[in-house]
């Protein structure tokens, strides 16, 4: 059974679209009725909007297999005094969601992520901090891929904040026991008997997504299609703990290996 990633493993980071394999490979799990949950940091676009989009260029799979962090904002940050950080898209869904955005005197300083964060917004972020606001993360991703550069995830900033002001954070996508923990609920509905164990993680974020993942007793499978161009970049300095399982260069050679083990 699979969590599997987005961003970086199911779709390119460049051009949005499939990644060598994706497609394929979920046609397998579907076929041979093989749990599985698409787990996903959007923040950009609303989730029925971000699921939509998959489906729209060719992801073949239920919303029911879907989660994504905004699915559990709701529940872990009240919507009165958000100073929220990100794209624009991402302020732009707060508000469709009845978040009031707040840069006077917020309760909660809320980050994601976009590629031009700049030190008076860091300055800012840190006034409220050390204000008594709470710091939320959307997820902990640990570098940012668009347009052929590579950028601080919202796990580096949380990282550098925390530093800066002793204040501690929560997380409310990837890696986040509890993220993972609603994933583990929605797989249920697929096979009541998982657990943690049965899991295989499939992520291009081996510091963020499959760290969490390790720590919780799941399987995983990195593969280098988005973050990083190759597993030597960054698996020889993982603490052993934290080592992938398996490594490949996309989900396809995942597809072929799986295919091979069957016969």
């Known amino acids: ?15 949005k679209m499939p990644i060598q394999g994706a497609k394929e490979f979920l046609e397998y799990l579907n076929t041979h009725e ?8 959007n923040t950009k676009k609303s989730s029925n909007d971000f699921y939509n989009y998959l489906r729209s260029i060719g992801l073949n799979f ?25 794209a624009p898209e991402f302020l732009q869904t707060l508000q469709k969601m009845g978040y009031r955005l ?8 809320l980050v994601a992520i976009k590629e031009d964060f700049n030190a008076d917004e860091y300055a800012q972020m840190i006034d409220f901090l050390l204000s008594g606001a709470q710091l939320v993360g959307m997820h902990e991703t640990s570098i940012y891929a668009k347009n052929g550069k590579r950028y601080p ?24 026991v509890a993220f993972y923990e609603e994933a583990l609920e929605a797989l249920k509905k697929q096979n009541s008997a998982v657990s943690f164990s049965d899991i295989i993680m499939i ?5 963020g997504d499959l760290g969490g993942a390790k720590d919780l007793g ?16 960054i698996v020889p300095f993982l603490p052993k703990e934290h080592q992938p399982d398996k490594i490949y260069p996309h989900m396809e050679a995942i597809l072929e290996d799986i295919s091979r083990d069957k016969r």
């Open 1 to 15: 059974m699979y969590f599997i990633d987005v961003q970086g493993t199911l779709i390119s980071d460049s051009d």
């Open 34 to 41: 093989i749990a599985y949950m698409v787990v996903t940091n």
């Open 62 to 86: 239920e919303q029911s297999h879907y989660l994504d962090p905004l699915m559990l904002l709701e529940s872990r940050v009240a919507k009165d005094g958000v100073a929220a950080y990100g």
């Open 102 to 109: 707040d840069y006077t005197a917020p309760k909660t300083v």
């Open 153 to 176: 995830g919202v796990g580096a900033i949380l990282k550098m904040l925390e530093f800066a002001t002793s204040c501690r954070y929560e997380v409310v996508g990837k890696p986040s």
């Open 203 to 207: 992520s291009d974020d081996v510091k």
């Open 218 to 233: 799941m399987q995983t499978y990195f593969v280098t299609s988005g973050k990083y161009r190759s597993a030597q970049e």
